[in-house]
């Protein structure tokens, strides 16, 4: 089975974690879990950025040192994950011992080899970016992200030689040996390289908080060098390329240019894949504190609950493009999604079993497979086509209610028919299918409907994602093919509370 590494960027502790970067993390968690399921070794990596001029600002501002600014951010960060069922493997801090090692010994080879010079640069710096600009990048003189001026700076520096790799990265890029997503950014870097490739600084001069240079203490590593290379400092033996480094569009040079050509310079193999979402607005206005429509994570999961929001998140709009957010179109979407239709197909099946079967399931004739279609999901995993995924889901969960109607089964029992054992056991089977397919975006849920179909244990230690095998081959035999409890022993059991209580 092919390995999986994946990773979030590491986030900026300027700021507490808000919603963009929850968004990021609860995809890259799906991604995990869908692999571990389907039994690929997975490591899964996240973190924080620690080093720069604006986190020493912000620590002054706060009256910390630095590291203990850090320290009490790192930790919001990763209660937040706790708090939404992030799954990650480890979490990274390029304030860590490990890392800053890694650092030295990726530089110090870079140095070695001759891909680092020293020479004099003027140019123009946002403070922001903690980058310098170059002339076609700016708007009317402005930073294009933070509409304000840069400065004009002056520094000897070191430079990695970023244009010796225009034409091996112009390359490897076309023709997909390591792809870049979705299409439209692909074309979009290739047209940028296709202009030109200038060599970057990689040091600075009078920058404190952030790593000395091992082979000239005076000046400390530019923090985006420094940053990128979290992605090896915190992955385990074996695991590296990573399989997809999922990030914001806005940070797509840095991953799809900088990073590869660092990777070729030192002789790494290069991610396979680099997916760049996209950015949400709120009511159409792109979220911020002065308009006051941040958006913040736990006013979601105080209304919606941890799992609905990590599916809302993903929901909203297609992951690879811009959209836009609403509390009203949120709350909609519960609603409709997984009020009315998840969590009120499950409720109906496990009332009717309880009711009609004393709460057994039946034995019965399968007379269709009413979850084929969930099979295709795989693929769209493959692609990261959540708003696919989510559509199979709520496509299935229609059918299903579908069939309820057509067969009738308050009928079926009133009649005493038999063909009642076949519907239910159906139902049940298809049940039982759904959970999996809905673990990796609600984990919480999937466990709670496995629990209300009689099943012991642990959902994700069942084995039916793996290996595509279907284990349903016999209507009736849920329990013991799960190698759980037999099949007489199998209770289903109402739940007191509803999967999703109707917001109105
Ligand atoms: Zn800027």
Known sequence: MKKFYVTTPIYYVNDSPHIGYTYTTVAADVLARWNRFIGSPTFFLTGTDEHGAKILESAKKMNREPKEHCDAIAGEFKSAWKKMNISNDDFIRTTDTRHEQTVREFLNKLYTDKKIYKAKYNGLYCVQCERFL??????GGLC???????????????????????????DIISDGSMGILPEGRKKEILGKLKLGLEDISISRANLPWAIPLP???????????DALINYISGCPQNFWPA????????????????????????????PEKIYAHGFFTVNGQKMSKTIGNVIRV????????????????????????????????LKEKYNSDLANNIGNLVSRVVTMVEKYTEGRIPEGQKSKKLWNELLLIKEHYENLDFNKILDTILKTVDSVNRYIDSSAPWKLAKEKNSKLNDVLSNLCETLWVLAHYLYPIMPQTAQRIWEQLGQAGKIESSNFLLDNKIVFTKVGSVG?????????????TRPKIPLFPRLT
């Open 134 to 139: 170059v002339d076609t990048e700016l708007e």
């Open 480 to 492: 013991t093919e799960v190698g759980s409890v037999g099949k007489e022993e199998i209770k289903i």
């Open 144 to 170: 294009p992200d933070h509409k304000t001026r840069p400065v004009e700076q002056s520094e000897e520096n070191y430079f990695f030689k970023l244009s010796d790799y225009r034409k091996k990265l112009i």
């Open 243 to 270: 399989n997809v480094h999922l990030i914001g569009k806005d940070i797509l040079w840095f991953h799809s240019v900088i990073w590869p050509a660092l990777l070729l310079a030192v002789g790494l193999p290069l």
């Open 298 to 329: 736990e006013e979601l999961t105080d209304k919606f609950g941890v799992d609905a929001t990590r599916y809302l998140l993903l929901s909203a709009f297609p992951f690879g493009t811009d959209g836009d957010f609403s509390m009203d179109g």
């Open 215 to 225: 082979f000239d203490e005076a000046q400390t590593t530019y923090v985006w060098i």
